[in-house]
């Protein structure tokens, strides 16, 4: 079992930065690869990012690819997601999820075996 916590949310302006952390806990993170999902009101959950369990891999959706950047730390157990040049339409619930190490990095919900209870992200115009 793994305990994914994510910390960081909040409301910003059009153009703005924030970071979001998830920390996790429980089984060993380095043998996990990890993703953000986002999910606005009345829309699906949506994949973000994904980084591999060694960081040397990652991937993004395209309407965030040179905007956001996913990283890790495996001594601090926690995933990042650096988000720049904010948009109104980044505004959701964003999510952490883990699975273990595969061999390409999923991007569909169901892939992902464990999720954090989300944290909020709001951008004003």
């Known amino acids: 079992q793994v305990q994914l916590v994510e910390s960081g949310g909040g409301l910003v302006q059009a153009g703005g930065s924030l970071r979001l952390s998830c920390a996790a806990s429980g089984r060993t993170f380095s043998n996990y690869a990890m993703g953000w999902f986002r999910q606005a009101p009345g829309k699906e959950r949506e994949f973000v990012a994904a980084i591999s369990w060694s960081g040397g891999n990652v991937y993004y959706a395209d309407s965030v690819k040179d905007r956001f950047t996913i990283s890790r730390d495996n001594a601090k157990n926690t995933v990042y997601l650096q988000m720049n040049s904010l948009k109104p339409e980044d505004t959701a619930v964003y999510y952490c999820?883990?699975?273990?190490?595969?061999?390409?990095?999923?991007?569909?919900?169901?892939?992902?075996?464990?999720w954090g209870q989300g944290t909020q992200v709001t951008v004003s115009s």
């Open positions: 999820a883990a699975t273990l190490m595969v061999v390409v990095l999923p991007t569909k919900v169901g892939r992902y075996d464990y």
